[in-house]
């Protein structure tokens, strides 16, 4: 039996009932102590200075407070730069967890793993590793992974989307058939890969070049 001491841990988020369950979680795995809990940025803040532990679970969106998980992570390291912060969220967007490991968090785990998981994560964050969960890192590295490229026309219909235009506004602007367009949009969304409308739109939200 180890007996080094428990590692001491501030729980931070918003809805009570996760914290309760995250605090019975990770007191039946042993070796942890939940010292203090948060709701909100500021009240984390606090008990941060207040209790000083030695690692902070913390959940990336924290709603009615001033910053959000990834900017508390970012102001609880500056102040305190040997703490270890470990994220654990609903999101597995890739942008959020490559944003939580600048701002110098040790890992990202997702709500939905098994309680196993969050353990083996937080023994790796406080062995001075890291860790994500393998969803995480399924959808990172194919967020990093080189994309088709895309035709011309297909960049500009991309674009013609993004500023909201219909496939028949698109066709008249561009003097195609709306079939020819809805042909374009098809095979834009088999090169990248999206599955839906919903996400070829929202692809074209956050990619495509407006002029």
Same mark, same amino acid.
């Given at each position: 039996?180890?007996?080094?001491?428990?590692?001491?841990?501030?729980?931070? $988020? $918003?809805?009570?009932?996760?914290?309760?369950?995250?605090?019975?979680?990770?007191?039946?795995?042993?070796?942890?102590?939940? =010292?203090?809990?948060?709701?909100?940025?500021?009240?984390?803040?606090?008990? +941060?200075?207040?209790?000083?532990?030695?690692?902070?679970?913390?959940?990336?969106?924290?709603?009615?407070?001033? #910053?959000?998980?990834?900017?508390?992570?970012?102001?609880?390291?500056?102040?305190?730069?040997?703490?270890?912060?470990?994220? %654990?969220?609903?999101?597995?967007?890739?942008?959020?967890?490559?944003? #939580?490991?600048?701002?110098?968090?040790?890992?990202?785990?997702?709500?939905?793993?098994?309680?196993?998981?969050?353990?083996?994560?937080?023994?790796?964050?406080?062995?001075?590793? =890291?860790?994500?969960?393998?969803?995480?890192?399924?959808?990172? %590295?194919?967020?990093?992974?080189?994309?088709? +490229?895309?035709?011309?026309?297909?960049?500009?219909?991309?674009?013609?989307?993004?500023?909201?235009?219909?496939?028949?506004?698109?066709?008249?602007?561009?003097?195609?058939?709306?079939?020819?367009?809805?042909?374009?949009?098809?095979?834009?969304?088999?090169?990248?890969?999206? $599955?839906?409308?919903? $996400?070829?739109?929202?692809?074209? +939200?956050?990619?495509?070049?407006?002029?």
């Amino acid at each position: 039996m180890s007996t080094s001491p428990p590692l001491r841990i501030l729980l931070v $988020d $918003d809805h009570p009932l996760v914290r309760e369950g995250l605090r019975a979680r990770l007191q039946a795995g042993g070796g942890c102590e939940v =010292t203090a809990e948060a709701g909100s940025a500021e009240a984390a803040m606090q008990a +941060l200075l207040r209790e000083q532990p030695d690692l902070v679970l913390m959940d990336v969106g924290l709603k009615g407070s001033e #910053a959000n998980g990834i900017e508390l992570a970012a102001r609880m390291i500056e102040r305190c730069p040997e703490l270890r912060v470990l994220m %654990f969220s609903m999101y597995d967007n890739p942008e959020y967890v490559q944003r #939580a490991l600048q701002a110098g968090a040790r890992g990202y785990v997702l709500k939905d793993a098994a309680a196993d998981e969050l353990l083996a994560a937080i023994e790796a964050v406080r062995s001075g590793g =890291t860790f994500l969960s393998p969803g995480v890192t399924r959808r990172l %590295f194919r967020a990093q992974a080189p994309k088709p +490229l895309l035709t011309p026309r297909e960049s500009e219909i991309l674009s013609a989307m993004a500023r909201g235009e219909s496939s028949k506004q698109i066709a008249r602007a561009l003097d195609l058939s709306v079939r020819t367009v809805e042909t374009h949009r098809q095979n834009i969304k088999r090169k990248l890969e999206l $599955d839906s409308p919903a $996400d070829l739109m929202r692809y074209a +939200l956050e990619h495509a070049r407006n002029p």
